[in-house]
């Protein structure tokens, strides 16, 4: 599975963008990235999940380089509700289920 | 339609007891996945389960951990004799075969503590 590699936290305001990258240089052709979310004392919620260019859904958008060594999930004006960990998962869609969560990245929305 | 069940919510034991901690799926699903999440880190693969198979248990502690998803029922993952050690929150997710493997739906998670 391809290492990831993303901040371990980050801060932002109410009403703001917040763009959070993962960079996973040693992605191999098969392999699709994937957010999950996590808040506090509950389990992870699946995100988005993308291949290349962008993905775009009613929670955020996942932008890819051509050459898929990193990846950007942008959260569109955030809200408190969004101050959670952040997951980016790097792997193939098919063959062994077992999901590999990292550090993640630890977002905090001010007020 | 209901998501991924877990019970107990919180599941306090004393060293050298059993835990039993319960998954129920979500409706339609036949892939069952259990995790541990220890304090301050992340989520570790523990075992991967379809009815009545244990097709994944790269991630099972060789002893006094063990898992089963039976015919009928919820899964069931088991920890014997605890420690304090065994103290985390442990999530089960579940997909249908026909899913991303990447796509999984998690419970809310059992948090054993172990005094």
Known sequence: L?????PISMDSYEGQEVNITCSHNNIATNDYITW?????SQGPRFIIQ???????????????????????????????????VYYCLVGPDTG???????????LQVQP | ???????????????????????????????VYWYRQLPEEGLKFMVYLQKENIIDESG???????????????????IQQVVRG??????????????SSYE??????????VT
Do not use: W
């Open chain 2, 1 to 31: 339609n209901a998501g991924v069940m877990q019970n107990p919510r919180h599941l306090v034991r004393r060293r050298g007891q059993e835990a039993r901690l319960r998954c129920s799926p979500m409706k339609g699903h036949s892939h």
């Open chain 2, 60 to 78: 099972m502690p060789k002893e006094r951990f063990s898992a089963e998803f039976p015919k009928e029922g919820p899964s069931i993952l088991r």
């Open chain 2, 86 to 99: 065994d103290s985390a929150a442990y999530f089960c997710a579940s997909s249908r075969l026909a899913e």
């Open chain 1, 36 to 40: 999950y979310q996590q808040f506090p």
């Open chain 2, 104 to 113: 999984q739906y998690f419970g809310p998670g059992t948090r054993l503590t």
């Open chain 1, 50 to 84: 993308g291949y290349k260019t962008k993905v775009t859904n009613e929670v955020a958008s996942l932008f890819i380089p051509a050459d898929r060594k990193s990846s950007t999930l942008s959260l569109p004006r955030v809200s408190l509700s969004d101050t959670a």
């Open chain 1, 2 to 6: 391809a290492k990831t590699t993303q």
């Open chain 1, 96 to 106: 062994r289920r077992a999901l590999t969560f990292g550090s993640g990245t630890r």
